[in-house]
């Protein structure tokens, strides 16, 4: 794969990625079921949902009908395996219709090249554990970062 090539797929990769966002945010399954591979998997710890169907009926019955949320993501880091296979990592913080950030995880995706245009083959979710207290920052990156943060007890 040329430079060419490889910036164009890349990008087509990051489309892929915003467009998995934006169909489940938007509830759109048919567009949604078609950015997966027959042998799709979707994986969260020990849970496994193989299979393009399999994984449909678990991800789309994941909220109730209508219900609004929104996925915030990073710039995914897409590494090519060859001209058709590519994983990528991409950070996503999910936000509920309470605004409250749900999810806080990394995407890690694999994916392959078929019939002309890039599909999600595995998706494996890496949650950050929640944790009920502020960071542990210094003092130091408390003062520097607290214009930019909530107030909190000290």
Known sequence: MNELDRL????????LISRYCI??????WETFGGLWTE???FVVGDMAFEGRQTMLDFLMTCLPEGYASKHMISRPLVEFESDSRARARTDVVWIAANFEN???ARYVDTLVKQDGRWL?????EEPVP???????????AVEVSSPTMRARDR
């Open 8 to 15: 164009i797929a890349a990008r087509e990769i990051e489309d």
């Open 23 to 28: 169909a489940f945010d938007d509830q759109d």
């Open 39 to 41: 042998d799709a998997a």
């Open 102 to 104: 749900t999810i806080v």
């Open 120 to 124: 999600i083959q595995r998706r494996e």
């Open 130 to 140: 929640y944790r009920n207290e502020p960071p542990p920052m210094s003092d130091t």
